[in-house]
């Protein structure tokens, strides 16, 4: 079946700019997640939808960053006033979800590398 | 709070050597841990995991296994090809409800024929 997709696979965006990436999940799959890949701060997280449950934020750099799950499904992680330390690949994954104990497998999307001028 | 320790790279070593990347945990609780790999110009992809403590992990020839007494999850190979070439990722989570992952620096690993 289809696996995680992302567009666009690459953005770039001048300093000052907003920009929204999006994910569409692995059909069936309620829990998603969007991780940051960078030179500097190797992969980390940023937040986590598991169903109608609210969202784990905890991994959001700052109040510029924002992001949406629709009907749980498709995901938009919006990035305002971007600045130049924004630039990295942005990664979101899926996963079949809570009820399955550990060792749930994550399923990741190529990616969307942002370059911010 | 949760992390993870990963060896430094790059490694590079001959074809049909034997690989170890050392892989070592701080976490509360009980941890899933999992080894992904990121082949050149492709994406993330799951290589092998485990999720409770003496479970082996095991694919594509890789093993790995859940030491709680060394919170250690060393990745190993008996014989590297050429296209095990990648950037390997140790990792942990939570369970229940806490899945997000915790992410190793990365080893970048380079077969030589």
């Known amino acids: 079946g289809a696996g995680v997709s992302q567009s666009p696979s690459n953005k770039v965006t001048e300093k000052g700019k907003d920009v929204e990436l999006r994910c569409d999940p692995i059909?069936?799959?309620?829990?998603l997640y969007w991780y940051r890949q960078s030179l500097g701060q190797g992969l980390e997280f940023l937040i986590y939808f598991q169903g109608n449950s609210a969202p784990d934020k905890s991994g959001l750099p700052s109040d510029r960053f924002s992001a949406e799950r629709t009907g749980g499904s498709v995901s938009t992680l919006t990035i305002q006033r971007t600045q130049q330390e924004d630039s990295a690949v942005y990664l979101c994954?899926?996963?079949?979800?809570?009820?399955?104990?550990?060792?749930?497998?994550?399923?990741f999307g190529p990616g969307t590398r942002l370059t911010v001028l | 709070g949760n992390s993870v320790t990963q060896m430094e790279g790059p490694v590079t070593l001959s074809e049909e050597a034997f690989l170890t990347i050392n892989c070592t945990y701080t976490a509360t609780g009980y941890p899933s841990l999992f080894w992904y790999v990121q082949y050149p110009g492709e994406g993330l992809q799951l290589l092998l995991k485990?999720?409770?403590?003496?479970d082996k992990g095991s694919n594509k020839g890789f093993e790995a296994t859940y030491r709680k007494e060394t919170t250690s999850f060393h990745l190993e190979k008996g014989s590297v090809q050429v296209s095990d070439s990648a950037v390997y990722f140790c990792?942990?989570?939570?369970?229940?409800?806490?899945?997000?992952?915790?992410f190793g620096t990365g080893t970048r690993l380079t077969i030589i024929p």
């Open positions: 994954a899926s996963s079949h979800g809570i009820g399955r104990g550990g060792g749930d497998t994550q399923y």
């Open positions: 990792a942990l989570s939570g369970n229940f409800g806490n899945e997000k992952l915790t």
């Open positions: 485990a999720t409770k403590a003496d």
């Open positions: 059909s069936g799959h309620t829990a």
